[in-house]
Every structure is written in C-alpha cells, then in structure tokens.
C-alpha cells in the first residue's frame, strides 16, 4: 500500500467554492514545494483548467460510472507513488447524483472538507454541517469551510455554530476577491482570466490563515494496481485536434489513450485561421464555445479551406457539440445573430439562455459500451439520421443522437475514450461502431 495525505473537496451544493478552495490548496502547498496532485470527479472541462493552472499538473477525472473502479483505483495509486498531496474536487453537492461524490470519497477513504457559501446565513451553518458529516456514517469526514464571509464578526458566529466533535477549518472572506468569474457552462476558461495567478495566490495565502495550511491525514491506497496497455489500434495515424479558446473540451485521458494507442497528435487552431496539418490521417473538432467566437471562425477561410479540403479526401472527422456546431449550415448566437459556418453538415444550430440537456450518457456500439456526458445550451435542426442514439446513464432514457455524414461523426456527447478503446480507434479510422 502506499500513504499519501489526500483531501476529497465536497459542498453543500453547487457554486459554493469548491474549485477556488482545491486551486487555493493546491497553490498553497505547491508554493511550500510540495507535489500536488488534482483529480477532477466526474465530467468537467473548466475546473480542470483552472486547478492545473493551480499545481502545474494535468488533471484528470474521477467517476465511478464513467471512469469506472478500477481506472479510477489505478490513477490514485499511481499518484500516490509520485506526490506529496493528492485533491480531489467533488460535483455538485457531495450526495447529489448517482454515483455521488460521497460514493467516491467513501470508495477510497479519502476524508471529506465540505465548502459552504455562509453568505445569508448565520447558526444554520451549523446545522448544514452537521448534516453533511452525519449523513452517511461511511463518508470520512475532515472538517468543513466557510465561504464568503462577510466579517470578522460573522467568522466568529459560524464558528461558534459548529456542533462539538466537528472540525472547523477556517474561513474566505469576502472581501479576500479570490472567486472565479463564471459563464453559462460553468468557470471562465483559465487562459481568458488575465490576473488567475494573482487570484491564486490571494486564494493561497487564504488558506494559509486557515488549518488547511497544514497537509491532511495519510491515506492508503493500493500501489499493485496498473491498468493494460491498449491495443496499438491507431499505429501510424497522424490526428489532428483544434485547441484554442472556441474549441478547448479535452480530457487529457482522451489525448493520452489516442498516443497510447499508436497515433502522433497535433494541433491547430481555427481561431487563429490555422489550416489543417498536413498530411493528416483524421480530424478531431472538440466542444468548447464556438458560440462565443462565431463571428472570427465565420470569416477565418484558411481553416475552412482545409477542414473542407481534408472532408473531401474522405478522411475521418469525429465533432463533438461545439466541434459538430463547426460543421454545421450556421449557428445563430443568444443575441439572434446568424453566423455561417462550414457546411459540411446539413442543419442550423441555434444558443438559448436555458440549459438543453445535462446528462451521463452512454453508447452501445459493436466493441460494447463507450461512456460520456452531454451538456450544452444550443438546440440543433437537421435533415440527418442519427445511425445510433446514446442513453441515459441512470434511467435508460433516450439521449443524444450520434450522425454520420460520409467520413463525420458528430454528436452532442462527450465521449470518455479510455472506457472503450476499440470503440475510440474505430472512430478514428473511419469505420462503423
């Protein structure tokens, strides 16, 4: 076994702090030399950002149903081997979905600091966190922190609220302006924050006012486990994958599984009316915000020449909701501005101010089920067929539609490709799943 300090960043819902205090701990502990490690639970391409930005180091994703037990297993174990503290940041509120935050916490023993937002509350604070240490006997509970603080005065008054047996851990005021701006799909990206580092660090000599200042227990976790090599399913294919500020929704897992399994990765960037590389052998357009930058992609026809170019040499494109919304006729923004874009898929895409579908989301191809999550704002009409529908990961329910167009395939789900290799490489070569 191996013993490394670990902290699991809970809340009582979402929007409480969770990533401003896991980026505060990281950049804290970083700063007194230590090797952090940060894992991300569940889906999520923002916090991510954010929080490597925090420690240096990619972050990955954990979730027992998408990453599955065993991934999961062998990636702690791996960074219990190499790092002086591992964090990770819960979703949502610490028993909300299935599985929750709390079912991984619980899983690995990993001590739970539950974040609450203290902002128009005073003794309730109290109760809450009795209630989140209490709820669930099997959860390792460390303490809890108060979150927009409004005084020294109100510091005092949730302190004093915390029921005996309870560890208090301190406070973020809110005068410390530490909290990270926000838009429709969650954190601002990291690269558009232009004073993130100064944040962080106001955000670490925060916590350096708290208990938090010092590491968290040892945990045990497993250090025999490792997870097979892939397959070399992708040996010799060059891909390419936009990645810029419009298109930036990758999981680092994702790029690592396409390397491992044999292909040599670049990059380009439309924003920047960057043409395809040359010679390559498939094309991956992730999400991210197209919609935010509709107007710069309508008119960048170096990018456009050679995505269209590279479609009709009928080699592979795999387009993932804001990479599909590319390749659509037009995508029109929330202010009703119509923008062309590629037409190499038949359909208009259209943003709203309300969320459209969030959801774990499975698909069942012919090398078995590939995981995922879909979340998005825009709404799409097309004359396609999808040639496959996900579903839901919990209720079964239908969900997102998967196209082919020629060599495209395109969906609104963001697939997790290492819970499915075979299924990843068939993507990329072109073929049928």
Known sequence: MANCPALFIGASASHQGKTTVTAALARHHTRQGRRV??????????????????????????????????????????????????????????????PSSADLAAAFNVPVLAVIGAHGMAQTFGALAFGLARYRPDVPFHGVLA???????HAQMLAEAIPEGLRYCGHFSNADDIALPERHLGLTQAREVADLDARLDRAADAIAATTLADLPPLVRFDDDITLSEPPRLLDGLHIAIARDAAFSFIYPANVDLLKASGASVSYFSPLADEPVPAHVDALYLPGGYPELHAATLASNACTRASIREHIARNRAVVAECGGMLYLLDALTDVEGNRHSMLSALPGD?????????????????????????????STLKTSMQPFTTATHATTGAQGEALYRHGAITATYMHAYWPSNPAAMAALFRGEAL
């Open 37 to 98: 490690r940060i894992f991300k639970t569940g889906p999520d391409f923002l916090d991510p950002m954010i929080l490597e930005r925090a420690c240096g180091s990619p972050v990955y994703s954990l979730h027992l149903w998408m990453v599955g037990l065993e991934a999961c297993r062998a990636m702690l174990s791996a960074a219990a081997k190499e790092a002086d503290l591992i964090l990770i940041e819960g979703v949502m509120g610490l028993f909300d979905g299935t």
């Open 147 to 153: 979150n927009r603080v409004a005084s020294a005065r």
């Open 349 to 377: 895409a259209t943003m709203q101010r309300r969320l459209s579908r969030l959801a774990m989301q499975r698909v069942d191809t012919a090398h078995g089920p590939l995981t995922g999550h879909t979340f998005h704002y």
